[in-house]
């Protein structure tokens, strides 16, 4: 089973306010992913993380930032949140495996910026 | 670079129909397969997987076989039941260097009683 978490699961905010979505693994993943889902069910990496101190820009340009500083936390942070952030986000993790490494995703943050 | 095709959604299908979701895939090399699915208010899940051509994925009824020729990759159930009714994605990992994952826009799932 998957152990990955996201808080909070809600979260709504006015324009302007600095957010933080969190995320942890204890499965001790090397590597992480935020995707961010839009209405219409796509998925867009935004950014992922080879490991420790790695962080990377994913497909979706994104004004959100992360860090990987603990394996097992993986946070985003928007600066000045605005309402075209309003999306779901998701956050998982997979093995380091050249392999079939299957990805684990939490439950994801739905965020609504008024 | 790679692509996931799925069939647009929503598919509604009554208690007990077979179900077909098509997939199609391009992707240079040798790609691992998977169908992943997401139910109301949660995270995705792996439905199912295979790493290499003709290799059969199965998990709670549903099935799907890796066919290099028409690169395709099918998802299928013989029965459904409404606990089915969720959001699928059909995606694939290279096997390049950094071995990215890309999906396919998803397919809704409406079971009806």
């Known amino acids: 089973e998957a152990d990955i978490y996201q808080t909070p699961r809600y979260l709504v905010i006015g324009t302007g306010k600095k957010i933080t979505l969190e995320c942890s693994q204890t499965m001790g993943h090397d590597k992480m992913y935020w995707y961010q889902q839009d209405p219409g069910m796509e998925l867009h990496l935004i950014h992922y993380?080879?490991?420790?101190?790695?962080?990377e820009k994913g497909d979706l340009s994104s004004e959100s930032t992360v860090s990987r500083i603990r394996t097992e936390h993986f946070p985003l942070t928007l600066e000045s949140a605005r309402p075209s952030h309003t999306s779901q986000y998701l956050c998982a993790s997979s093995a380091d495996n050249r392999g079939t490494d299957t990805q684990y995703f939490g439950p994801g943050t739905r965020l609504t910026v008024l | 670079g790679d692509s996931v095709t799925q069939m647009e959604g929503p598919v509604t299908l009554s208690e007990e129909a077979f179900l077909t979701i098509n997939c199609t895939y391009t992707a240079t090399g040798y790609p691992s397969l998977f169908w992943y699915v997401q139910y109301p208010g949660e995270g995705l899940q792996l439905l199912l997987k295979?790493?290499?051509?003709?290799d059969k994925g199965s998990n709670k009824g549903f099935e799907a076989t890796y066919r290099k020729e028409t690169t395709s990759f099918h998802l299928e159930k013989g029965s459904v039941q409404v606990s089915d009714s969720a959001v699928y994605f059909c995606a694939l990992k290279d096997s390049g260097g950094y071995q990215k994952v890309t999906f396919g826009t998803g397919t809704k799932l409406q079971v009806i009683p």
């Open positions: 295979a790493t290499k051509a003709d």
């Open positions: 993380s080879y490991g420790v101190n790695s962080t």
